[in-house]
Protein backbone atom coordinates (compact mmCIF):
# COMPACT_ATOMS: atom_id res chain seq x y z
CA UNK A 1 0.00 0.00 0.00
CA UNK A 2 2.78 2.35 0.65
CA UNK A 3 4.66 1.98 -2.56
CA UNK A 4 1.36 2.87 -4.62
CA UNK A 5 0.72 5.52 -2.36
CA UNK A 6 4.64 6.49 -3.31
CA UNK A 7 3.80 5.78 -6.78
CA UNK A 8 0.94 8.13 -7.06
CA UNK A 9 2.35 11.05 -5.40
CA UNK A 10 5.06 10.42 -8.03
CA UNK A 11 3.29 10.31 -10.86
CA UNK A 12 1.19 13.32 -9.19
CA UNK A 13 4.49 15.76 -8.85
CA UNK A 14 5.22 14.87 -12.46
CA UNK A 15 2.30 15.88 -13.68
CA UNK A 16 2.71 19.13 -11.52
CA UNK A 17 5.86 19.91 -13.24
CA UNK A 18 4.51 19.92 -16.58
CA UNK A 19 2.48 22.47 -18.24
CA UNK A 20 0.05 21.13 -20.65
CA UNK A 21 -1.69 23.39 -23.50
CA UNK A 22 -3.57 21.45 -25.86
CA UNK A 23 -6.08 22.76 -28.79
CA UNK A 24 -8.81 22.18 -26.25
CA UNK A 25 -7.64 25.06 -24.19
CA UNK A 26 -5.38 25.37 -20.70
CA UNK A 27 -6.62 23.61 -17.40
CA UNK A 28 -9.80 25.35 -16.28
CA UNK A 29 -11.95 25.03 -13.42
CA UNK A 30 -15.54 23.83 -13.87
CA UNK A 31 -17.92 26.46 -14.94
CA UNK A 32 -21.71 26.55 -14.27
CA UNK A 33 -23.94 23.91 -16.45
CA UNK A 34 -21.46 21.20 -16.65
CA UNK A 35 -21.52 17.66 -15.56
CA UNK A 36 -18.44 15.18 -14.15
CA UNK A 37 -18.85 11.55 -13.94
CA UNK A 38 -16.26 9.83 -11.48
CA UNK A 39 -15.58 6.56 -10.18
CA UNK A 40 -14.03 6.21 -6.34
CA UNK A 41 -12.52 2.52 -6.18
CA UNK A 42 -9.46 1.24 -4.88
CA UNK A 43 -6.80 -1.06 -6.64
CA UNK A 44 -6.10 -4.64 -4.94
CA UNK A 45 -1.99 -4.50 -5.13
CA UNK A 46 -1.75 -8.04 -4.07
CA UNK A 47 -3.73 -10.01 -7.07
CA UNK A 48 -6.11 -11.88 -4.88
CA UNK A 49 -8.94 -9.78 -6.35
CA UNK A 50 -9.60 -6.53 -8.29
CA UNK A 51 -10.65 -4.06 -6.03
CA UNK A 52 -9.98 -4.14 -1.84
CA UNK A 53 -13.51 -2.40 -1.49
CA UNK A 54 -16.65 -0.89 -2.86
CA UNK A 55 -16.87 0.99 -6.50
CA UNK A 56 -18.90 4.17 -5.98
CA UNK A 57 -19.59 6.09 -9.12
CA UNK A 58 -20.88 9.03 -8.83
CA UNK A 59 -22.30 12.42 -10.96
CA UNK A 60 -21.28 16.01 -10.30
CA UNK A 61 -23.72 18.57 -11.16
CA UNK A 62 -22.20 23.02 -11.24
CA UNK A 63 -25.26 24.60 -10.32
CA UNK A 64 -22.70 27.62 -10.97
CA UNK A 65 -18.95 27.71 -10.30
CA UNK A 66 -19.02 27.33 -6.86
CA UNK A 67 -22.11 25.11 -6.33
CA UNK A 68 -22.46 21.54 -6.89
CA UNK A 69 -24.77 18.71 -6.60
CA UNK A 70 -23.53 15.55 -6.22
CA UNK A 71 -25.64 12.35 -6.69
CA UNK A 72 -23.78 8.87 -5.81
CA UNK A 73 -24.22 5.24 -6.20
CA UNK A 74 -22.42 2.00 -4.75
CA UNK A 75 -22.92 -1.96 -5.33
CA UNK A 76 -20.88 -4.25 -3.67
CA UNK A 77 -21.13 -8.01 -4.10
CA UNK A 78 -19.59 -10.88 -3.16
CA UNK A 79 -19.63 -14.52 -3.22
CA UNK A 80 -16.80 -16.56 -0.51
CA UNK A 81 -17.47 -20.17 -2.72
CA UNK A 82 -17.94 -22.04 0.06
CA UNK A 83 -20.83 -24.51 -0.25
CA UNK A 84 -23.53 -23.64 2.35
CA UNK A 85 -22.63 -19.60 2.13
CA UNK A 86 -24.86 -16.94 1.20
CA UNK A 87 -23.48 -14.68 -1.36
CA UNK A 88 -23.32 -10.98 0.58
CA UNK A 89 -24.19 -7.37 -1.08
CA UNK A 90 -24.89 -3.79 -0.33
CA UNK A 91 -26.61 -0.95 -2.09
CA UNK A 92 -26.08 2.96 -1.66
CA UNK A 93 -27.56 6.12 -3.00
CA UNK A 94 -26.00 9.04 -1.94
CA UNK A 95 -26.62 13.01 -2.35
CA UNK A 96 -24.88 16.14 -1.44
CA UNK A 97 -23.89 19.27 -2.07
CA UNK A 98 -20.03 21.01 -2.38
CA UNK A 99 -19.39 24.50 -1.35
CA UNK A 100 -16.00 25.12 -4.14
CA UNK A 101 -13.35 27.72 -3.15
CA UNK A 102 -11.00 29.92 -5.66
CA UNK A 103 -8.62 27.62 -5.83
CA UNK A 104 -6.17 27.58 -8.64
CA UNK A 105 -5.57 26.42 -12.04
CA UNK A 106 -5.47 22.78 -11.54
CA UNK A 107 -6.62 22.53 -8.33
CA UNK A 108 -9.95 22.56 -7.09
CA UNK A 109 -11.09 22.23 -3.53
CA UNK A 110 -14.22 22.36 -1.69
CA UNK A 111 -16.52 21.69 1.44
CA UNK A 112 -19.79 20.17 1.85
CA UNK A 113 -22.43 17.91 2.99
CA UNK A 114 -25.00 14.96 1.92
CA UNK A 115 -27.27 12.10 3.04
CA UNK A 116 -26.70 8.31 2.16
CA UNK A 117 -29.52 5.50 2.04
CA UNK A 118 -28.74 1.76 1.42
CA UNK A 119 -29.49 -1.66 2.12
CA UNK A 120 -27.19 -4.75 2.67
CA UNK A 121 -27.00 -8.13 3.40
CA UNK A 122 -24.30 -9.89 4.88
CA UNK A 123 -25.63 -13.52 4.23
CA UNK A 124 -25.63 -14.43 7.72
CA UNK A 125 -26.87 -13.75 11.52
CA UNK A 126 -25.66 -13.97 14.77
CA UNK A 127 -27.20 -14.64 18.35
CA UNK A 128 -28.03 -11.57 20.13
CA UNK A 129 -29.51 -12.50 23.50
CA UNK A 130 -30.60 -15.64 22.57
CA UNK A 131 -32.44 -14.15 19.14
CA UNK A 132 -31.11 -15.20 15.86
CA UNK A 133 -30.63 -11.78 14.07
CA UNK A 134 -30.47 -11.65 10.35
CA UNK A 135 -27.60 -8.92 9.34
CA UNK A 136 -29.81 -7.69 6.98
CA UNK A 137 -30.83 -4.49 7.33
CA UNK A 138 -31.06 -0.49 5.55
CA UNK A 139 -28.50 2.21 6.54
CA UNK A 140 -28.75 5.74 6.88
CA UNK A 141 -26.18 8.22 7.29
CA UNK A 142 -25.00 11.89 7.36
CA UNK A 143 -22.21 13.59 6.72
CA UNK A 144 -19.95 16.69 5.82
CA UNK A 145 -16.41 16.76 4.21
CA UNK A 146 -13.08 18.55 2.71
CA UNK A 147 -11.92 17.59 -0.80
CA UNK A 148 -9.80 18.64 -3.86
CA UNK A 149 -9.34 17.81 -7.18
CA UNK A 150 -6.33 18.10 -9.17
CA UNK A 151 -6.73 17.90 -12.71
CA UNK A 152 -3.77 16.20 -14.05
CA UNK A 153 -4.95 16.88 -18.21
CA UNK A 154 -7.48 19.19 -19.21
CA UNK A 155 -11.25 17.85 -17.77
CA UNK A 156 -9.99 14.84 -16.04
CA UNK A 157 -8.76 14.90 -12.45
CA UNK A 158 -7.81 12.89 -9.22
CA UNK A 159 -8.62 13.85 -6.23
CA UNK A 160 -9.48 12.77 -2.49
CA UNK A 161 -11.78 13.44 -0.08
CA UNK A 162 -12.02 13.56 4.48
CA UNK A 163 -15.11 13.26 5.68
CA UNK A 164 -17.00 12.79 9.10
CA UNK A 165 -20.36 11.60 9.60
CA UNK A 166 -22.67 9.60 11.50
CA UNK A 167 -24.23 6.39 10.46
CA UNK A 168 -27.30 4.36 11.28
CA UNK A 169 -27.92 0.56 10.28
CA UNK A 170 -31.27 -0.84 11.61
CA UNK A 171 -31.47 -4.86 10.92
CA UNK A 172 -34.53 -7.31 12.52
CA UNK A 173 -34.92 -5.23 16.20
CA UNK A 174 -31.53 -4.11 16.70
CA UNK A 175 -30.66 -0.58 15.37
CA UNK A 176 -26.83 0.38 15.54
CA UNK A 177 -24.64 3.79 14.95
CA UNK A 178 -21.45 4.95 14.83
CA UNK A 179 -20.36 8.56 14.80
CA UNK A 180 -16.61 8.46 13.03
CA UNK A 181 -14.38 10.20 10.09
CA UNK A 182 -12.60 8.83 7.24
CA UNK A 183 -10.88 9.39 4.11
CA UNK A 184 -11.77 9.11 0.37
CA UNK A 185 -8.00 8.56 -0.38
CA UNK A 186 -9.47 5.95 -3.22
CA UNK A 187 -8.41 5.91 -6.70
CA UNK A 188 -11.02 9.08 -7.43
CA UNK A 189 -10.81 10.00 -11.01
CA UNK A 190 -13.16 11.40 -13.43
CA UNK A 191 -14.06 13.44 -16.40
CA UNK A 192 -16.16 16.63 -16.78
CA UNK A 193 -18.68 16.80 -20.24
Known sequence: MKNFLLFI??????????????NAG??????????AFEFNFMPNLDGTT????????MMRKFKSDTRVTRYKASLSVADSGVEGSDMTYGIGLGYGIENHFAGAERLS?????????????????????????DLTGLTVG?????GADYYIIPKVYVGME???????????????????GGVTGMMRVGFRL
Not at 26 to 35: A, D, R, S
Not at 162 to 180: K, M, Q, R
Open 9 to 22: ALVSFSFASAQITT
Open 109 to 133: TYWGYGGLLGYFDNGTSVDVDGNEV
Open 162 to 180: LNYGLGIASSDDVTAWGLA
Open 50 to 57: MFTDKANV
Open 26 to 35: TFNKPTEGET
Open 142 to 146: AEVFI
